[in-house]
């Protein structure tokens, strides 16, 4: 696990500026919620840490490592989105092990991925794959497809698939926002869970202020690509750093 820190960040797509040197710091095992209204930059700037896009201007570390010129895969940072992404012809057991596996054949020499996994590589996938499952509650859909399982189960074993390589860092793109109501409040508290659980350095993204209030050690409020306030949620809802603030975050007056 480790810190995440933007230094200066500056994102340009021709001349529109998305991202205006952001300076933010993120510690080892925090859950950081960064929120602000559509179109403020929220996705961008995770898609600047995971590697998707790259920086204008400025620079990411990961611990001690800068890695913004560094390709997605060897980042060790993993991202959940809105959409479910799951290989549709797998089982949930196989979308889960499919990026265990796919670590083992890079960790080895370059030829691994010809080799069979062996029983011990076997065990040490299964293992993993029965505990990430459990800590979901999902243990009992390990062999259905994707399309035999309901929005929020779908949601859950994206989650599962992303977290069971222990990335150092855990990036989470509006993850609940095709989920009703009911289903959003209980995956919400299981994230909060599971975060606390895996001690892994997370950012998560809303647009919703009740997902901000509730699940981050602190809040990042964004607004047309800069930053307005960090802080605490109390500290947010009690000393807003500014009208747009208080208005978004619907502080008493
Ligand atoms: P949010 O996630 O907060 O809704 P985004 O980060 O998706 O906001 O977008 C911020 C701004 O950047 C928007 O104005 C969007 O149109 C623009 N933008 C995002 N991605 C691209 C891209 N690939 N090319 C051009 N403009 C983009
Ligand atoms: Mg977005």
């Given amino acids: 696990m480790a810190p995440v820190r933007l230094c200066s960040v500056t994102k340009k797509f021709a001349e529109n500026t998305v991202l205006r040197e ?7 095992r925090e859950f950081l919620v960064l929120v602000g209204p559509s179109g403020c930059g929220k996705s961008t700037l995770l898609r600047l840490i995971a590697g998707l896009e790259e920086v204008t201007d400025g620079s990411i570390y990961l611990g001690d490592r800068q890695i913004n010129h560094l390709p997605p895969k060897v980042r060790d940072i ?7 992404a799951l290989y549709p ?10 990026g265990l596996r796919r670590q083992r054949s890079r960790n080895l020499s ?28 999902i243990s009992h859909l390990l062999s259905r497809k ?5 929005g929020g189960q779908k949601q859950r074993v994206a989650l599962g698939r992303a977290i069971a390589r222990n990335p150092q860092v855990f990036l989470m793109d509006e993850p609940l926002s095709n989920l009703d109501a009911q289903l959003r409040s209980d995956t919400r508290s299981q994230i909060v869970q599971l975060q606390k659980q895996l001690q892994v350095t997370t950012i998560y993204v809303t647009h919703d202020q009740v997902e901000a209030m509730t699940m981050g050690d602190r809040i990042v409020v964004l607004n047309k690509g ?3 306030q960090v802080d605490t949620p109390l500290n947010i809802y ?16």
């Fill in 22 to 28: 952001i300076d933010l710091e993120v510690a080892d």
């Fill in 78 to 84: 993993a991202m959940v989105f809105q959409s479910y």
């Fill in 89 to 98: 012809h797998m089982t949930v057991y196989n979308n889960i092990a499919f």
């Fill in 110 to 137: 370059p030829l691994a991925w010809l080799s069979p996994t062996s029983k011990k590589q076997k065990s040490e996938i299964d293992q993993r794959v029965q505990q990430v499952a459990e800590s979901l509650q």
């Fill in 146 to 150: 994707p399309k035999e399982l309901s």
């Fill in 226 to 228: 800069d930053i307005q």
């Fill in 238 to 253: 009690r000393k807003p750093a500014n009208v747009f603030v208080a208005g978004f975050m619907g502080s008493p007056p």
